[in-house]
């Protein structure tokens, strides 16, 4: 029978282009965020994190921009890469107790 | 390299049957969390500890589900008795202070 799961958006950018996988987050008292990346049978990875009292934070090769005002978060990565390919998802933390809330996702798919 | 280890890695099993997965956080962390993976409702946090001590579990169905940290160093989730929706990847994920969780590999776990 036909399977129906969470329709996850993708994103498809090619080899060398920057990415931008955007977030919508819910709760304005939310104050640190964190996007992680999840490889395919892999648990999710750290990639990068900000807290509200920031509006970006540059990694390596990554970057996460925050807009509090539009509750909107997205992060950036420069020169994709193959091994960027995954599914990305953005976690938000009100406070309580290091409880995170996790968004559904974004498959980045990179294309040769 | 200080990872989040979990056992096992993959479970088949028949409905009815107790199933349980361990977990051992990175050492020196103190907060312990469990979430569960499916296609259908994403990734959702179904129980943490800070110190060994739970402090939330209201994501976890009470009645078949039972998770505990018998030392710090091992953390466990228990299904008794399993059913087929039970089926999912389950994350063990563990931090400390900041609000950095850092994942293990899962264990998926299907039950027939």
């Known amino acids: 029978g036909e399977s129906v799961g969470l329709h996850l958006p993708t994103l498809s950018v090619q080899e060398g282009d920057n990415s931008i996988i955007n977030c919508a987050y819910s709760n304005s008292a939310s104050d640190y965020f964190i996007w992680y990346k999840q490889e395919s049978g892999k648990g999710p990875q750290f990639i990068i994190d900000i807290r509200s009292n920031m509006d970006k934070r540059q990694g390596q090769r990554v970057t996460v921009l925050l807009n509090k005002t539009v509750k909107h978060l997205s992060l950036q990565i420069a020169a994709t890469q193959p091994g960027d390919s995954a599914v990305y998802f953005c976690?938000?933390?009100?406070?309580?107790?290091?409880?995170?809330?996790f968004g559904t996702g974004t498959r980045l798919q990179v294309t040769l | 390299d200080a990872r989040v280890t979990q056992t096992p890695r993959h479970k088949v099993t028949e409905m009815g049957q107790e199933v349980t997965m361990r977990c051992q956080p990175i050492?020196?962390?103190?907060?312990v969390f469990w979430y569960r993976q499916t296609m259908m409702q994403g990734l959702e946090l179904l129980a943490y500890?800070?110190?060994?001590?739970?402090?939330?579990d209201s994501g976890m169905p009470k009645d078949r589900f039972s998770a505990e940290m018998p030392d710090a160093t091992l953390a466990t989730l228990k299904i008794q008795p399993s059913e087929p929706r039970d089926s999912a990847v389950y994350f063990c994920?563990?931090?400390?202070?900041?609000?950095?969780?850092?994942f293990g590999p899962g264990t998926r776990l299907t039950v027939t």
């Open positions: 976690a938000e933390n009100t406070g309580t107790a290091s409880k995170l809330t």
């Open positions: 050492l020196g962390h103190n907060t």
């Open positions: 500890f800070r110190n060994r001590a739970p402090l939330d």
């Open positions: 994920a563990s931090g400390f202070k900041g609000n950095e969780q850092y």
